[in-house]
């Protein structure tokens, strides 16, 4: 889900980082196309000296561009690049193998790779004789893609300070390099800094039984708990003991400190000043100018929207929280985080009639995985069949997509949890698929359990799926510099988030959702799920508006201007629903600090795109395939070879607006 700073100065320019993964897109002219698959089996030693290699034939190929004379033409200039992008596909995969690969021989060579490439492209983006056979283009003459490819290229070269001094674009590669290795250090911290904390079996009242039997007691009656998702959420969501959720919490909320305030710091800095010497007043303004929101005044006047529509919803739900929170606990005048989760499930099972242990039931993970590749059949009529390839680990899965029996992409799915593996749920484009020289592949690293999965589980795993097939349709385009998720960054959420709604159809559910006795799930019970579906919504989208600001604010500003744990409780004071947690430093484990820098506002506005992309087929059905098909021709298959409102608005029939978003926000569903 991370990008180097270069991809995010300069895509267009440089054609080979996309949206969803930090992950290199390289091309291989035809004949033949490129196909194969990842280096799964490689040793660390092995990615070094790909990593070399692949590098110098690079730079070789980088070194021709920037020395031609003759006329500058698509042909010649991006043509020439295309060959850069194919010296590098040996190593595309980088930036996916450090983050799920057992072997940390194999993760430390993968970083060390990718921080090389970056600088690789640091050097690119910082390039006057590339930039300037690209200005020298005549567009006069170009069809609407390729002028749109090229002023984007030159307005991203511009950006990125190619037109400053050596001296300036010196100290400007310099800081993408210190900012991609505080940025993996950050990361890295992370990642390896699970905590935990040992409790007696007894603790566990109210825990699904699968989960207790998948964690038994040691020789002295005791249970470790970990901070990991899989470990995380059932807890905060089915405890009974309210100081085992505290405890847990706790933990999860100091992953990374103190150790990333230090880096974080550093990262916020170095960022800032990058900024100011590409003429900006802040990190915010420079990320934000080449997206749709536009300004960082843009992004906090949707944030603002959002939060005052969110006022009274809010206030309601922690009112019923509250109530029923003091029927256990009479002294309680608040619903701390840690208490949110857990009182949310007891009043849909007590005012919805929703037991959500019973829900859990009917997702089965071989189940859930074969009714979403039914689903994406069925609307868009390809076949999704086993891939025979090498794997890192074996619970890897390798699929490939088809249509009318032509091959359209491959990708593989790690989807279960282990140690060192990243946490969180994610795609990473692999390759991005290019008309008639690429097939595209991804890669899914998500940590969902091998049996039974909660319903939001499910709706995580069809979110990523939907990255996984933005990417197998956006190959229709010719170029790298426009072809997969190459349109701006604060759009390609927006895809996935509409697909998350097929999720609580019952006509979708009912091909899937089977318990162990072969029932399929009951009308009634997905009823139930439906009018429950609302409830903390508004208190969840605080929260989710609370990250966004703190996303915003951390990078709006000048670093020597606040300090991190101070203007974090004032925001978390101002927006999120729930109190401070004494002792708690989220920041130090906030992730998409680094990946997403100032722009986790994107998540909102994709949303807010999203329900207005829906409207359609609410309106058609929600198996309507004209409707999927002109969704994949008109949103999908456009890649980022216009802008995205434009893209967009083909499909509406007019421009997006978020009111419909808002408006939603204010009523129960």
């Known amino acids: ?44 030693e092995q990615i070094a000296s790909d990593c070399e290699a692949a590098l110098d034939n690079a730079k070789a190929e980088f070194a021709v561009l920037e020395a031609q004379t003759g006329p500058a033409t698509v042909e010649s200039v991006f043509g020439q690049y295309e060959k850069v992008g194919d010296a590098l596909t040996l190593i595309g995969d980088v930036w996916h ?149 505290k405890a847990l919490r706790l933990k999860a909320r100091s992953r990374g400190y103190p150790a990333n305030k230090a880096q974080l710091e550093q990262l916020i800095a170095k960022r800032h000043e990058l900024a100011g010497i590409l003429g900006f007043n802040s990190y915010a303004a420079l990320s934000m100018d080449s997206q749709m929101i536009g300004t960082p005044e843009n992004a906090q006047a949707f944030l603002d929207s959002i939060g005052n529509a969110l006022d009274a919803p809010v206030q309601t739900e922690l009112e019923v929280m509250l109530a029923r929170l003091q029927k256990d606990q009479p002294d309680a005048d608040s619903v701390e985080v840690w208490q949110a989760s857990y009182v949310q499930n007891l009043l849909r099972l007590e005012d919805y009639a929703l037991d959500s242990q019973e829900v859990r039931t009917y997702f089965q993970y071989d189940r859930v995985r074969d009714g979403i590749f039914q689903l994406t059949e069925d ?87 939907g990255h996984l097939l933005h990417n197998m349709f956006a190959s229709t385009q010719s170029w790298s510099g426009v072809a997969g998720m190459s349109m701006e960054r604060d759009f390609v959420e ?81 927006f999120a629903a729930y109190p401070h947690l004494p002792g708690t430093h989220f920041y130090a484990n906030f992730g998409h600090l680094n990946g997403y820098s100032s722009n986790y506002y994107t998540y909102q506005w994709s949303l807010a795109i999203a329900t207005d992309l829906f409207s359609r087929f609410e309106e058609a059905g929600l198996r309507d395939t004209d409707v999927a098909n002109d969704y994949r021709r008109k949103v999908l298959q456009a890649a980022g070879s216009k802008p995205a409102a434009d893209f967009v608005a083909d ?9 419909a978003y808002i408006k939603s926000l204010q009523s129960d569903g």
Not at 9 to 37: F, Q, R, V
Not at 518 to 546: N, W
Request: charged share 25%; hydrophobic share 35%; glycine share 6%.
């Open 97 to 245: 193998l450090r983050s799920v690969h057992p072997d940390a021989e194999v993760r430390d060579a993968a970083n060390a790779c990718s921080e090389r490439q970056s600088d690789f492209f640091s050097q690119v983006g910082l390039s006057r004789p590339y930039y300037d056979r690209i200005a020298a283009i005549d567009t006069s003459g170009l069809d609407e893609v390729e002028r749109f490819m090229v002023e984007e290229a030159v307005a991203s070269f511009q950006r990125s300070g190619v037109d400053r001094d050596e001296a300036t674009r010196q100290r400007i590669r310099e800081l993408q390099n210190e900012i991609t290795a505080i940025g993996n250090e950050f990361d890295k911290n992370i990642l390896e800094d699970v905590r935990s904390i040992e409790v007696n079996v007894a603790e566990l009242d109210g825990l699904p039984q699968d989960y207790i039997d998948a964690r038994p007691a040691d020789e002295n009656g005791m249970v470790t708990i970990t901070t990991d998702y899989p470990d995380l959420y059932p807890v905060m969501t089915y405890a009974k003991s309210d100081n085992l959720r």
């Open 494 to 574: 927006a895809p996935s988030q509409m697909l998350e709604e097929w999720i609580w159809d019952y006509d979708t559910l009912s091909k899937f959702a089977i318990n162990e006795a072969g029932e399929t799930i009951p009308k009634s019970l997905v009823d139930k799920m439906t009018r429950a579906r609302y409830f903390g919504r508004a208190t969840g989208t605080a929260t989710q508006i609370y990250y966004a600001n703190l996303s915003l604010n951390f990078y709006n500003r000048a670093p020597d201007s606040f300090d991190l744990d101070e203007l974090m409780r004032e925001l978390e004071s101002q």
């Open 379 to 465: 609307l868009f009529g390809v076949e999704i069949e086993p891939w025979d390839t090498p794997t890192w680990h074996e619970d890897v899965e390798t699929y490939e997509i088809l249509e009318n029996g032509e091959l359209l992409g491959r990708f593989y799915m790690d989807n279960h949890p282990r140690p060192f593996k990243y946490q969180h749920a994610a795609h990473w484009t692999l390759r991005t698929g290019i008309k008639d020289k690429q097939i595209p592949m991804s890669g899914l690293a998500q940590n969902f359990p091998k049996g039974l999965m909660e319903h939001s589980q499910v709706e995580t795993f069809l979110h990523e799926f």
């Open 1 to 44: 889900m991370q990008r180097s700073l270069t991809a995010t100065l300069s895509l267009i320019t440089l054609g080979l980082l996309t949206a969803c993964g930090n992950d290199s897109a390289p091309i291989e002219a035809k004949p033949p196309m490129l196909i194969g698959g990842i280096r799964a089996t490689a040793t660390g």
């Open 651 to 659: 499909f509406l029939g007019r421009e997006f607006s978020t009111e």
